[in-house]
Nanobody, 123 residues
């Protein structure tokens, strides 16, 4: 498994932007597909975006497609989530996660999780 630490969350007005980072420990980061998930109060954790080991394949939830961009820098052991045109409904705790093999939107396929970072979007 890999240890993950998210950062970059905070408070922003609707229409604003934030960039989340997720730093991974270990020397095998490039072996992992990475994902971002979020959990709003009273709701289940939900898929946001995923990226394969090389960064060449990405996939997004329909609710964020065109507004969010997932990327990774394997030299820095870091995955990012650039969030633009934020909406109040984007308010949630955001988690990054890692899995061996190909990228996936399935929460249950990820076996390493960060502690989460809060994103709050005000109207």
């Amino acid at each position: 498994q890999v240890q993950l630490v998210e950062s970059g969350g905070g408070w922003v007005q609707a229409g604003g932007s934030l960039r989340l980072s997720c730093a991974a420990s270990g020397r095998t980061f490039s072996s992992y597909a990475m994902g971002w998930f979020r959990q709003a109060p009273g709701k289940e954790r939900a898929f946001v975006a995923t990226i394969n080991w090389s960064g060449g394949i990405t996939y997004y939830a329909s609710s964020v497609k065109g507004r969010f961009t997932i990327s990774r820098d394997n030299a820095k052991n870091t995955v990012y989530l650039q969030m633009n045109s934020l909406k109040p409904e984007d308010t949630a705790v955001y988690y990054c996660a890692a899995k061996m093999g190909g990228s996936s939107s399935a929460l249950t396929e990820y076996d390493s999780w960060g502690q989460g970072t809060q994103v709050t979007v005000s109207s």
